[in-house]
């Protein structure tokens, strides 16, 4: 069986957790807040994860506060599997990512940091993107800011 170990996300793990939804909460706050939302539609968001597995790391949510697939209505899974699309496209164009890991951990076992708040995360990959870093110095190296991120990719989806 192979691992695939993510030392960096403990930050995540270990970090206060807020009182409130941040997927709800982030729509709210606007620039400068410290949320990247890239795309805030009238059914669903996309924005920035604070903790990335790889540079331009996406979360994509609906904007109404549900927990599972079942509970999305209609519109709700249309707009996420379109916004899966626009992110995607969003991200070659400005990043040339050689490949992406697109899904959901819905609920604590799978692996949810936000469990009531159904999510969608969209990864880019690079060919040779982990290295020896996060394995013998717990540190995940990522090649931009999450501003710098966040402002190469806002004008794409400004577009839509």
Same mark, same amino acid.
């Given at each position: 069986m192979n691992r695939i170990w993510s030392p960096w996300r403990? *930050?995540?793990i270990g970090a206060d957790k807020p009182q409130t939804c941040i997927l709800c909460d982030? !729509?709210? /706050?606007?620039?400068?807040?410290? +949320? #990247? &939302? @890239?795309f805030d539609?009238? &059914?669903s968001l996309v924005m920035l994860n /604070?903790? !990335?597995? %790889?540079?331009?790391?996406l979360m994509i949510a609906p904007l109404r506060h549900v927990a599972n697939l079942e509970e999305l209505s209609p519109e709700e899974s249309i707009d996420l599997f379109r916004l899966m699309r626009v992110s995607t496209a969003a991200l070659t164009s400005a990043f040339k990512p050689d490949g992406f890991n697109v899904g959901m951990n819905i609920g604590t076992?799978?692996?949810?940091g936000i469990d009531d708040?159904? #999510?969608?995360h969209v990864v880019p $990959?690079? *060919?040779?993107? %982990?290295? +020896?870093? !996060? &394995? @013998?110095?717990? %540190?995940k190296v990522l090649s931009q800011h999450l501003? *710098? %991120? +966040? /402002? $190469? @990719? /806002?004008? @794409? +989806?400004e577009r839509i």
């Open positions: 403990s *930050e995540y982030a !729509p709210s /706050k606007g620039p400068g807040s410290g +949320f #990247h &939302v @890239l539609g009238s &059914v /604070k903790y !990335p597995y %790889t540079g331009g790391h076992a799978a692996g949810a708040h159904i #999510h969608m $990959r690079w *060919e040779g993107d %982990t290295n +020896f870093m !996060p &394995v @013998l110095s717990d %540190t501003d *710098e %991120t +966040f /402002k $190469r @990719l /806002k004008p @794409l +989806f």
